[in-house]
């Protein structure tokens, strides 16, 4: 099962692109738990992910998220702007599969 974690401001602007997300996981017939979490929360759930996208909101705490994520072993990536405006979540979630590969 993949994990993938949302985090964003307060963890509510990202409810609506992780149902689409799911969505699109059950379209592609992908086993994904999604979830987001406001940034405060977001080091103590990296555990528990395997990658982390941040709201483009807060590209400016990509740094901080990033050692977390080196001593957990997971990849950081910024959603993009686009995807993120349009709630795609084919286009996030294929982001989200791709970190997970390399």
Known sequence: MNR????????????LL???????ANEKGVDCEIWAVAQDKAPKDMEE???????????????KFEK?????????DVIDP???GRVDGKAVLE????LMER
């Open 49 to 63: 992910a395997d990658v982390l996208l941040i709201g483009p909101q807060m590209k400016f705490m990509k740094k």
């Open 95 to 98: 982001k989200a599969l791709e």
């Open 18 to 24: 992780v149902t689409k997300m799911k969505e699109a």
């Open 82 to 84: 686009m995807s993120y």
């Open 68 to 76: 977390t994520a080196q001593e957990v072993g997971i990849p950081v």
């Open 4 to 15: 993938i974690l949302l985090a964003c401001s307060a963890g509510m602007s990202t409810s």
